[in-house]
């Protein structure tokens, strides 16, 4: 192997590893993020709940915006949630950095 080759592969190697290490930074950024949200949601349901269950306490205005607000968090968790965190398409995808070409390997010679 040239002096030249093992650079490249060294180089390669290492952003390899790079990538690896930032695509597992991002998973755990997005787990945070869902465990967040979901502590959010049940803390929000928990007040709206109980604004809810416990409506001789407030106005029907208040029941009423408890009760949306209850809505429009459960949606916005979900959509939320299954764009940043369940889509597979968010998720990191590792390739080879390593570019090999034919002549080298003797990949489809015949």
Not at 54 to 66: N, Q
Not at 68 to 82: F, H, M, R
């Amino acid at each position: 192997m040239t002096p030249r080759a093992a650079e490249q592969l060294r180089q390669e190697r290492e952003t390899f590893e790079l990538n690896k290490r930032q695509a597992k930074l991002w998973f755990n950024l997005r787990l945070s993020l869902g465990y967040c949200g979901l502590v959010m949601l049940a803390m929000l349901a928990a007040l709206c709940g109980f604004v809810i269950l416990d409506h001789k306490l407030s106005s029907a205005v208040v029941v009423d915006w408890a009760s949306a607000g209850l809505a429009g968090d459960i949606s916005a968790l979900l959509v939320t949630s299954w764009k940043l965190v369940l889509s597979p398409s968010s998720a990191m995808r590792l390739t080879p950095v390593t570019h090999i070409e034919r002549s080298e390997t003797g990949i489809g010679r015949t």
